[in-house]
């Protein structure tokens, strides 16, 4: 809200490290275009985006030289369509199923996985925008923040263990910001539960077992466990999106 270029700068050097960075995307576009739909100033948006494109256009300069200009952008395709698999070691919806190390093409309740996957995603970000339309003070921007990670790596396929890692600082901000004790509860419950996944999966490696057998009760119990932490999560935003409503003429309802 007060550096939007450095917020650009930032999310530029996010996307510039790890594709998957585009998590995060929604966020500053809906502030953005609550910005603009309640006719505040653009001059927020003006200065984010150059800042962005600069960043990230001499981030990829160097690589560009010698792979050509199309280069960045084959990266970021072949990288977010390798894997086609339904988990990969993450504690999520499709492991609890028996989904861990399946193709993605596998058929489960008349849809694919990667079809599951990709209804699941449109009613996460159908469920941030709804969030985010009564308004967004600086803690629901990093609640929004730590919801997208967590249903992501929760509802959407092709997900590794360490794709979690970015909501626990999320948590810990929101908890900062908010001082909702639930979310540190949800901080420490996702730490622990981050950690026995990590701890498995790096101990089933020295032995050269790159997946953790489908039906693995730690595998089951830690996915069902991050469910239960997720219904949480979305229940804070939406008792918090509630007490944000007061009446604001015939038939319309805005934030406080």
Same mark, same amino acid.
């Given at each position: 809200?007060?550096r939007?270029?450095a *917020? ?6 996010a ?13 500053p576009l809906?502030? /953005?275009?609550?910005?603009?739909l309640?006719?505040?100033?653009a001059?927020?948006l003006?200065?984010?985006?150059? $800042? ?7 981030g990829v300069?160097?690589?560009?030289a ?10 970021y395709?072949?990288t977010l369509? *390798? ?6 070691? !993450?504690a ?6 028996g989904?861990?190390g399946?193709? !993605?093409?596998?058929? =489960?309740?008349?849809? *694919? /996985?990667k ?7 449109f009613f996460?970000? &159908?469920?941030?925008?709804?969030? $985010?339309?009564w308004? =967004?003070?600086?803690?629901d921007?990093v ?11 929760? +509802?959407?396929?092709? =997900? ?8 626990? !600082?999320?948590?810990?901000?929101y908890?900062?910001?908010? @001082?909702?004790?639930? &979310? ?21 490696s =020295?032995?050269?077992? +790159?997946?953790? *057998? ?9 996915? !069902?466990?991050?469910?239960?932490? +997720? ?13 944000? @409503? ?11």
């Amino acid at each position: 809200e007060r550096r939007p270029a450095a *917020s650009g700068a930032a999310f530029a050097a996010a996307l510039l490290v790890k594709p998957q960075a585009l998590i995060f995307a929604p966020i500053p576009l809906l502030w /953005f275009g609550d910005r603009l739909l309640r006719r505040h100033t653009a001059a927020e948006l003006s200065l984010f985006l150059p $800042a962005a494109i600069l960043v990230f256009a001499l981030g990829v300069l160097p690589f560009a030289a010698v792979h050509g200009p199309a280069w960045v952008v084959e990266k970021y395709v072949s990288t977010l369509a *390798s894997y086609p698999y339904a988990s990969l070691n !993450a504690a999520n919806v499709f492991a609890l199923i028996g989904g861990n190390g399946a193709d !993605a093409t596998q058929t =489960m309740l008349f849809l *694919s /996985f990667k079809t599951w996957g990709t209804v699941f995603l449109f009613f996460i970000l &159908a469920w941030v925008a709804w969030r $985010a339309w009564w308004g =967004m003070t600086a803690s629901d921007h990093v609640y929004l923040a730590a919801f997208l990670p967590v249903s992501v790596y929760l +509802w959407s396929i092709k =997900m590794h263990e360490r794709y979690l890692f970015p909501a626990l !600082a999320m948590l810990l901000a929101y908890h900062i910001l908010s @001082r909702d004790r639930r &979310a540190l509860g949800l901080f420490l419950g996702f730490s622990a539960t981050l950690f026995i996944s990590m701890t498995q999966v790096l101990y089933l490696s =020295m032995h050269e077992i +790159w997946y953790i *057998s489908r039906f693995d009760p730690i595998l089951l119990a830690v996915s !069902a466990t991050h469910l239960l932490l +997720w219904l949480l999560l979305a229940g804070i935003g939406g008792r918090r999106q509630r007490r944000l @409503r007061v009446p604001d003429g015939p038939g319309r309802e805005a934030c406080a």
